[in-house]
């Protein structure tokens, strides 16, 4: 049974940092696609960033240039640092697994990353 555990997040304000890390267990991390997402109050799942066991990534318009996602497979992990944090980024940032060239897709809990002063 796959299970992704995040962490990171908190409270920080406009113009930081911050940076959220995921760990993935109970199969092998190298076949994943993995994702962020984000989800607003009161809006839907957004896709934040995607990087593929090739090192591949992608970003959503509204974070490039402030976001990257990179993958540690030795350590199971993926990480998604942000800058110049804006109060629009406010979400619950998901950490996502899907297997290369499948379709069934796993989530963590969600963490909770509020941007104010």
């Known amino acids: 049974q796959v299970q992704l555990v995040e962490s990171g997040g908190g409270l920080v304000q406009p113009g930081g940092s911050l940076s959220l890390s995921c760990v993935l267990s109970g199969n092998n991390f190298r076949i994943y696609v993995m994702g962020w997402y984000r989800q607003a109050p009161g809006k839907q799942r957004e896709l934040v960033a995607t990087i593929t066991n090739a090192d591949s990534t992608n970003y959503a318009d509204s974070v490039k240039g402030r976001a990257t996602i990179s993958r540690d497979d030795a350590k199971s992990t993926v990480y998604l640092q942000m800058n110049s944090l804006k109060p629009e980024d406010t979400a619950v940032y998901y950490c996502?697994?899907?297997?290369?060239?499948?379709?069934?897709?796993?989530w963590g809990q969600g963490t909770q990353v509020t941007v104010s002063s």
């Open positions: 996502n697994a899907r297997p290369t060239g499948g379709s069934r897709m796993y």
